[in-house]
């Protein structure tokens, strides 16, 4: 493999990769904004957008000045890479939180199987929702298909220790492969109802960006609903109650049409959301920003996920990023 050297960051910055919506963080637009804290991970799994390894990490001292240019309040949601490699994970929570803004991330739970990590989480005092990519439930063959490792252990003991501690709000997610894993749709509600402070339950299409398993075609929203509908019966004592519309495809709705996502109340205690993970429609979804390290500007989410990945596959064909079923 040819040895590859880390890009200049303004080799990619907003605008450069064909984003049409740029805006400053100085007006952001966006409730929630995704932040990649670090390209790093611990793991190679099978679906993942941001395989390639080598860009730096983000600077707690740029992360610093965002939070302080937002003009409103924002939900933070920190991924990359494994956002818990980066060595001042926990400051950049207590520091979005000093700016008021709240705090949500996505991990793989390796290394809050630790109890003292999720331990320290806790003891930073920021009221956080954890989110667990749980893509295999309990069971370890899905898992060998989606993160490559049998590590239903390690995801279990993360959801143990981050319930033990006292994290009031988990949520638990999982990417639904077509033909391989739609009977991770009742663990994971299982699951939620084992831990009291599961709650929030995601499950999302797979997106044909980074590495994926080039099988079948992903579930769209409404495939994708329906499945998630023939696992889950309605609560008997509580109406769902939807969020978010996104099957409705009248310019004007709450989604304003862009049919990403669907997002309901099951019970009194947990929250559904489904994704139709970065499909073409998303790209004008008003809820989701991403913050572009060093740029001091975001792009809509699902559009820079897209062209991000694109960019790698061109810049980084040694990596191959599609993997076809049976190569792995």
Known sequence: MRQHHSPELKEFPSGKLGSKIVCSVDKNPYPIIYVDLTHRCNYRCNYCYNPVRTFPDMSLEYFREVCRRLPDRVAFRFMGGEPTLHPRFLEFITTASEYRHMVSFVSNGSKFADYSFARALKDTGVPVIATLSMNGGRNNEWYRFIDNGDVAEEK?????????????????TAIVVRGVNEGVVPELMELAEEHPSVRYVHYRSVGKVGRYVDTTEPYDLQELKQVVDSYIPRDRDFERRVRFDGLDPTPGNRCFGCMGCYEYQQNQKIEICLIDFAKPD???????????????????????????????EQEYPDYSLKLEAGSF
Request: hydrophobic content about 45%.
């Open 156 to 172: 279990l003991a993360a959801l143990k220790n981050l319930t033990d501690v006292g994290c009031s709000r988990i949520a638990i």
């Open 282 to 312: 998303t790209f004008t979804c008003w809820k989701r920003g991403k913050l572009i390290e060093e740029t001091f500007q975001i792009e809509t989410f699902f559009e820079n996920m897209v062209r991000f990945s694109s960019y790698l």
